[in-house]
Structures are given as C-alpha cells and as structure tokens.
C-alpha cells in the first residue's frame, strides 16, 4: 500500500516534470502590447495651416515663407541656428583634438568625398536657402527653411544644384498653407537619396520605406504599426534624437531601441542577459538593403575613362545600378546583405580635412570599443570600401573639387582632371597641395540600425554560437561558447576519454582470452 | 553466500538520477561546446541549464542523505589494501584469485573505489558544479546592477567547466566497465538496480549484513 502511494506519487512528480520540461507556452509580452496600442493612434494635426490669413498671401521667394512662419513661431529659428542641421558640423570632444567641431563640413565619406567647395550642388540636402563656399550667414533666420522637413503637401522639392533653393516650379503658397509634422518623406528626401541616389550610402534607409510591409521593416511597415521617422526621432525644440557615426563621434544623444523595448525586452532571461554585450540590431537586422541594392565600393581610381568616341560612357549591372560612371568610378552594389559587426561604445574618430594620414586602408571614420570595454556592445555594421585621391607629399586626403555649372572652373565633373580638381579643392579648404596625386584605399563604417525584422526573421543562436564560419567569426577578442574552445583542454580531454576507452578494452579483451583459456583448461 | 539488501531506496534512486542526468548534461553540454550538433544551440542550453538545476537539486539531497544516515563514511580512503585491489584489477582477476576485500552493506566500497569515488566528490563534482554556477549566472545583472561574477572572464569558466566534463567523461567509461568485474557481469547492475546483491559471508556483528532476504521481507 506505502508502495503505491511512493510510486503513484514519484510517477505524477516526473509527469509534472516532463510536461514541463518540452511544454512552452508562449508568455504574452505585455510591455510589446503597449507600445502597438501607443503607437497605434497616429497624430492629428490641432491647426490647419490653411486658414491663417498670413498663410494666403502670395510668395515671391522662399524666404517670405519663412518670414510668414516666424511671425508666429517666432522663436523656432533660434532653435534651427543651433542645430546641425544647420550648421553641418556640432560641437565635440574627440580623443587627441580636443574640442572640436566636426561635421559635413570638415570630414570626408567615400562617396562623394566631400561637401567644400561642391556646396551649390551638396546644399540641396541643407536646411537652407543659398548656401555657396564664399558667402553664407549662418545667423540669418530669413535663409532658414522650414518647408523642406514641414510640407505634408509632397509639393516641396528642393531644385538640383540651386545651392539649397527650391525648384522652380514648386507652388509655395500651397505648401506653406499645408505644413505639418514630418513624415517619412521630408526626412527621406534627404536621408534616402543621399549619396547620388535611393539607398547609395546607408543601406538601410531608402524609399522602399515608404511603403513597405513588415518583413522589411517591423517599424514602418504599412501593413503594421506604420510609424513616422520622428516617432522615434522626436525633436523636442528641433534638437532631434538620434544621431549618425559618419559624421557624429560622442556617444550622447542616442536613440536606443531600449528606451521604447527597455533593457529586458525578451521573455527569455538568457535572451536578455545577451544585452551588455549584444544590441539590439545585432540580432534583429539580420540583413540590410532588403528591397534595393546599396553601394559597397566605389574606386575612385577607375574614374575618367571614355568610350571610342571621347564621350562619357557607364555601365550597369543586372538590376539596373551603375557599375561604371566617368564621372564617378566603378561600383559594387549588394542587396540583402548580411552586415559586417564590429564592438562599439557610441564614440567615433573621423578623418577631419587636414588630418595626416596613418593608416592604410585610411579609415574616415572608426568606431571605437572592444570586448574588454564594458560600454562596447556587438553592433551590425556597412562598411564601404573604396579609394580616393590623396597627397602622397602632405599625405593628405584631397577635398576636389567636382561641381561646376560650365566647364573651365577646376571641377572634376566638368573637366576631367584631377590635378585642377585637387588644386581648386585644397585652395578652397585652406589646405596645401604638393601638385601629385595619388589614390589610397578607403572605409566607411555605417552602423545599421533600421529595416528591422519582425522577431521570427531574427538570427538564431547558431548563427553565431557556431564552431566555424559564423556571424561573429572575425571578432575575436571575447570568448563565444560553441565557436571558441581550449585546443590543450580539449586534446587532453580526447587523449583521457579514448585512452579510457582503449584501457577498458584491452582489459575487456584480455579477461575474455582469459576465460576461454581457463573453459578450455577445464574442458581437458 | 547470501543475498544481502546493500543499496537502500534512495541511494538507488540517487545514483540512477545522477546518472541519467550526467549522461543528459554530456550530452547538451558538449553540444554546446560545439562539438556537435544534435538538439540545435538554442535547445541545447536551455535543457543543459534546466538539467543542471535539477542536478543541483538532486546533489543538495543526496549530501543531506549521506550525512543524516553516516553514509559518508563509506568514502574515507584506507591505504592498507589499496595495492591488493590494484593488484587484483591487474594481475590476480586473470588468475582467477579471489577478491582481495569483501564487500557488505557497511563497507559497499572497496579502497580503491574510496579512492576514486572520494576524488569524484570533492574534485570532479566540485570542479564542474562550481564552475556550472558561475556559467549559468555569469552576467545575470547588466552594467547598472550588482555584477556577480564578471570579474572572472567567461573563458576561465568555460575551461574549467569543460575541463571537468572531460574527467567526468574518463569516471563514467571506467566505472561502468568496473560493473562487470563483481562475481558475474551483471551482479553489480543488478544489485544497484534491485538493492539486493548476493554477498560472501562475513564475519560481523552487524545486524543489517546479516539481514536474509527472507527476513526483510517479513518485515
């Protein structure tokens, strides 16, 4: 009778233990749920600009609709002023330079290379009216312009090398009378197109968000929870969220995915223990460029050659993109690319015009951290690789000058040589020019932090706790369970447990020889 | 020679346990280790942490056990008939000489058994418990809270823990061969698995080695 009852209870204590052990309901994540109820409202505009009598007056230039705003929003210009938006650089501290101000107008990218001396061309992409290299005052509200992040009428175009002016054609008493909160496209025409074209330099911000659906992006898909830009990149007195290492170098003013998801946003405590070392886009960006290519490299070097007939010629590839432009060089382009990771502490260094260069390839900007550096978390990375011009004397790299309206004027894009594109860019950044040229390798590096797939597209465990070839195999300064192991532990170990097992054997063997010699004995 | 009840309830159930969750661990723990792949990353851990508690469990049960019933005593080594039984396992069993120690409920281990099995207890164990501890709350609380164990670089942890799962490895091939080495094959099996094992007489005041089978059973 004590039997049964032992048993029957010893039986039902292991059914309770194995139900539990291979039974997993999914736990609702309740902290998920809120932030799609929060988001799922969307904003409504509290004032239709349309009917404000100042609003409907007839605008000659630009600059009178910025007058009209800043009649009653007559302080925001102060906050713009301030922003590097505006100013294209930001005050920072930067490890053996101080404080410093860095930004598009002083680093370089190996892309276009460089804003200086190419403004009335790169300016389309400034919040301003005329800004030229000569002449531009950074304090004069008048050139500040609002429509460019404000029109909800999609009227709005900036006009292609009017140095930040707007087409043409736009009708600005329409869009003054349609302002609003940003959506996708004000910060899109900019932050999608940059680099010559949709998706060139980032890889992961492009015009597919526009319209896209959750496999692409978690965030912005239109069959979700559809959010704008500045949900995340909310810009409380215009200082906007959020930043971008090409151009950015301290680690203040982030956007982090915690702040929205907190720093235990799994169900699964090893899951969440993975955030000190792991962000959150290592795992959840699985790939980038999922629905356009983006550039990978850009040689410089190649640029220049024409065909039979003297003239420009290009080349493409099978899904349309450039290969070869005389303009610009030759091009590698990759969809749904897997990124590179890199350890990274949200400090950055960059190649500011005048630096000497000290390694090659030159790295124009260099995230910094490591395994040992506890502010240091795995991030995806684009890195861009290409070559540019360079002083092999002043061991400089070249700012050239590539925009011009006519040809006679230096430019790069008009002329064809790079000896005068070199002169008249150095002349015009102050800098000095040896008079020879050479080209040097080059990367960029671009944290990818958008096109987030929805959690069933996350990477899995083995993707990089994997003996060979995983995600992580290039970074190797931490120890990575199931990639690393102790070569002298674990020959040791198979030494022990086939020595054990061969020991076993042989003893077996020999018992067994043993015992028939002694049947045999006794059978005689 | 009589049949004699040597391994108690518990004893059985602790030592068919262990053994079904150290083969259980190895089996998860080297998949994690990288060793191979049979359950996939993610399982792999999350039944190696899951066993390994219940094998911590099962432990904290088993030193209350040896303690409360003196079993513990059974593991002090003796060094007088440690060379016999060497000599036994090496040289005497081929001559058909007979055990050199006779095993009974109070002195189920023979020297050399002490021995090893006083070495699993307290390096073995020890060695991979400890260090499972520290793998499994290795960086539990992130920057901001109280760190427990991030001083001590994961790949000290992972190597020792690995270190002492190889030697466990080595421990279980020998011990389950030394089974077939008691008066037939699968005495030693048998006995662990019934508790009752048919034992030499001997020479003792002991009531429990005297125990027949017969009179447990009327009891």
Known sequence: MNKTITYSVLATILVLLLVN?????????????????????????????????ILQSDFKTPQD?????????????????????????????????????????????NFCIGASTNEQSCAKCHIGFGMSHSSFSFENARNVDCMVCHDRS????????????????????????HVGRPNKINCGACHFYSGGGNNVKHGDLEEALLSCDRNTDVHMASNGINMDCVDCHSANKHQIKGKLYSVSSTNVNRLRCEECHTAKPHMDEVLN?????????????????????????????????????????????????????????????GKNVEPEYRWFNGNAQHYALGDTVSTEPVQVNKLLGSADDIHSKIYPVKIHRGDQIYDPNTKMLIQPKLYSAEKGDSAYWMDFDWNLSAEAGMKGVGLPY?????????????????????????????????????????????????RDKNDWIDLFGNILLWGSLAGVFIHALARLINSIRKKELESK | MKQVYIYKKFERFWHWSQAALIFFLALTGFEVHGSFELLGFEKAVAFHRIASYLLLALIAFSIFWHFTTGEWKQYIPTISKLKDQIQYYTVGMFKNAPHPTIKSAHKKLNPLQAMVYLGFKLVMAPVIVLTGILYLYFKTFDANDVIVVSDIPLEWIAWAHTFGAWLLMAFVIVHVYMTTTGHSITANIKAMLTGWELLEDEESNDDTSRETKEEQETK
């Open chain 1, 21 to 53: 052990f291979f039974h997993h309901e999914k736990p609702l994540n309740l902290s998920q749920y809120e932030l799609k109820q929060k988001f799922a409202s969307k904003h409504s505009s509290s004032v239709d600009h349309s009917q404000f009598k």
């Open chain 1, 65 to 109: 609709v910025t007058e009209a705003c800043l009649g009653c929003h007559n302080q925001r210009h102060e906050e713009i002023i301030h922003s590097s938006h505006w100013n294209w650089d930001r005050v920072a501290y930067v490890e053996g330079k101080g404080i410093t101000k860095l930004g598009k107008k002083n680093v370089l990218n």
């Open chain 1, 154 to 177: 999609e009227e709005y175009i900036k006009g292609a090398a009017l140095s930040g002016y707007p087409d043409r054609n736009v009708n600005l008493n329409k869009v003054a009378q």
């Open chain 1, 273 to 333: 223990r993975h955030f000190s070392k792991v962000s959150c886009q290592t795992c959840h960006i699985p790939t980038y460029a999922k629905e356009n290519a983006t550039k990978m490299a850009w040689k410089w070097s190649e640029a220049g050659k024409m065909d039979e007939n003297g003239e420009q010629y290009h080349t493409e590839d099978s899904l349309g993109n450039h290969t070869y432009l005389s303009m610009k060089g030759e091009f590698k382009w």
């Open chain 1, 434 to 482: 040896s008079g020879e040229y050479k080209f040097i390798e080059t990367e960029m590096y671009w944290p990818v932090n958008h096109m987030v797939s929805p959690k069933e597209k996350a990477l899995s465990c083995n993707e990089c706790h994997v003996r060979d070839n995983g995600r992580l195999s290039a970074l190797n300064d931490f120890y990575l369970p199931g």
